[in-house]
C-alpha cells in the first residue's frame, strides 16, 4: 500500500504540480541570474515563468483528453438524451452534459435556441448552460494542481449543484413564458442537421489536436495578463493590504471577490494564477472560489448576448440565482476550509 | 453558387468567413458569401454549434472551424 501511495504523490507532486519545473526557475532566477531570493522580482519572475510554462503544459494535455472524450458529445445528442427526462433528473442531467458538450462561448445562444424549439423546459436549458462553463475537466485537473484534489473534487459538486439548483429554481418559476418571441418554435422549424457521422480514432485525434492549437490560441493574452496580475500580487503587494480587503477576517469578503468578478470576462485558465497568488496571500479559499466562479459563470459579454434571447425578467432572474449560489458557496467553503486542507 | 457563413460574430466565425472569401478569390469562384449574424435567422435555420457554413442550401460545417483545405476542397466540390 505504501508504495501505491508513494507513486501516487510522486505523480501528483511531479506531474500535476510540476514541482521540478518550480526547482528549475527558481535555479535559475536564484543562481544563474543571481537575483536576491528575497527580493519582490524574484518573488515576481519565479512566479510568472513557472505557472506560464506549467499551465500551458498541463492545458494542452487537459485540451486534448477532455476533446477526445467531448468528441463523442455533440449539442445535438445531448439534446436528444435531456429529453427524455424528467423534473429534477433532467435538470441533474443537464448540468453534467453541460460539463462535457463542447462549444464556443458565442454557441450558447444558438444551443440555447436549439434546445428551447425542440420543446426543453427553460429551466433544464438552464442547468445546462450554467454548469458548462463552470466545470470542466480541465479546469478541475488544473484546481488540481494549483490547490489540492479535495478542494477541486468539492469545486465540482458545488458547481454542479448551483446549476441544477438555478434550473429548477428558473423551472419553478415558471419562467418559459419569457425567452424572446422568436425563439418560441413557429412552425417553420428547419431540423438541419449535420449527418450523425461516427468519428474513426483517426479522425478523433486530428479533432482533439485542432481543439488544442485553437484553445490556445485563444487563451494565451488572458493567460499572460491572469498569470502578470498573480505575479504582480505575488511579488508587490503587501499582505497585509490583500488581508484587509479580502482577508477572513473581513465579513464582506466573498461579496467583494463575487462583485468584483462579475463584469469580467476570462477564461478560467487566466483566473487560476490570479486564484493562487491570493490564496498565497492568505485569502480565503471560500472567496477565492466565488471570484473564480463569478469571472467564469457570469460576464457583461455573456449577458448582453443573453439578453437577445430572453426578456429581462428572465434574464435578472438567471443573474441574481447565479449570484447567490456563488455568494453561498464562498461563505460555506470559508466556514469549511479546515476540513479541505 | 450561394455561400452562407453564421455566426454570433466570434472570433471563429469571422475566421471562417476570411478563410471562405479567402478560397473564393483564390479558386476565381463566381459566388456570393454572405455573412448571417441575427441569431433570429440563425435560429430558423436550425444550426445549434456556430460558426456554421452553408453552401447552395446546404450544411456542410458547424461548430469548429475546418482547416483550410477542408474548405477549399468543400467549396471545389460544389462548384462542379
Known amino acids: 500500500m505504501q508504495i501505491i501511495k508513494d507513486i501516487f504523490a510522486w505523480m501528483n507532486d511531479q506531474l500535476l504540480k510540476m514541482l521540478w519545473l518550480d526547482d528549475i526557475v527558481k535555479w535559475l532566477f536564484g543562481r544563474v541570474f543571481g537575483i536576491s531570493e528575497t527580493s519582490a522580482a524574484y518573488s515576481f519572475l519565479t512566479f510568472f515563468f513557472y505557472d506560464v510554462i506549467k499551465i500551458l503544459i498541463l492545458l494542452s494535455v487537459l485540451i486534448f483528453i477532455s476533446s477526445w472524450i467531448q468528441s463523442r458529445f455533440t449539442p445535438e445528442r445531448s439534446r436528444a438524451i435531456m429529453s427524455k427526462f424528467k423534473g429534477l433528473p433532467a435538470n441533474i442531467i443537464g448540468a453534467l452534459l453541460g460539463t462535457v458538450t463542447p462549444f464556443c462561448s458565442c454557441s450558447s445562444i444558438p444551443i440555447f435556441i436549439g434546445f428551447t424549439r425542440a420543446g426543453l423546459p427553460v429551466g433544464v436549458t438552464f442547468s445546462f448552460l450554467i454548469s458548462s462553463p463552470l466545470v470542466d475537466l480541465a479546469s478541475v485537473v488544473l484546481l488540481a494542481s494549483i490547490f489540492n484534489w479535495k478542494i477541486a473534487i468539492a469545486y465540482v459538486l458545488v458547481g454542479l449543484i448551483i446549476a441544477v439548483i438555478g434550473g429548477t429554481l428558473i423551472g419553478l418559476f415558471k419562467m418559459d413564458k419569457y425567452v424572446a418571441d422568436f425563439v418560441k418554435a413557429d412552425g417553420e422549424v428547419a431540423m438541419e442537421e449535420m449527418p450523425e457521422t461516427v468519428m474513426t480514432k483517426k479522425e478523433r485525434a486530428k479533432y482533439s489536436w485542432q481543439q488544442v492549437t485553437d484553445i490556445v490560441k485563444k487563451v494565451w493574452p488572458y493567460l499572460l495578463i491572469g498569470v502578470g496580475i498573480g505575479a504582480l500580487i505575488h511579488g508587490f503587494i503587501p499582505q497585509n493590504w490583500i488581508e484587509a480587503v479580502l482577508g477572513d477576517n473581513n465579513p464582506f469578503s466573498v461579496l467583494i471577490g463575487t462583485a468584483v468578478g462579475i463584469p469580467m470576462y476570462a477564461d478560467i485558465f487566466g483566473t487560476l494564477p490570479i486564484a493562487e497568488a491570493l490564496v498565497l496571500k492568505g485569502v480565503g479559499i471560500g472567496t477565492v472560489l466565488s471570484f473564480m466562479m463569478a469571472v467564469t459563470a457570469l460576464s457583461l459579454p455573456s449577458i448582453i448576448m443573453l439578453r437577445r434571447v430572453v426578456k429581462p425578467k428572465l434574464l435578472w432572474t438567471f443573474v441574481g440565482i447565479i449570484t447567490v449560489g456563488i455568494i453561498a458557496m464562498g461563505y460555506l467553503f470559508n466556514a469549511f476550509y479546515i476540513y479541505l486542507v | ?80
Not at chain 2, 447552395?56 to 458547424?62: E, F, I, N, T
Open chain 2, 1 to 80: 453558387m450561394k455561400i452562407i457563413v453564421m455566426g454570433g460574430g466570434c472570433a471563429n466565425c469571422k475566421r471562417l468567413l476570411q478563410m471562405v472569401n479567402h478560397t473564393v478569390e483564390k479558386l476565381g469562384i463566381d459566388a456570393e458569401v454572405s455573412y448571417v449574424t441575427d441569431f433570429a435567422e440563425i435560429a430558423k435555420s436550425g444550426v445549434m454549434r456556430t460558426p456554421a457554413l452553408f453552401i447552395d442550401g446546404k450544411l456542410l460545417s458547424a461548430g469548429p472551424v475546418p482547416p483550410l483545405s477542408e474548405i477549399e476542397e468543400m467549396i471545389a466540390k460544389a462548384n462542379k
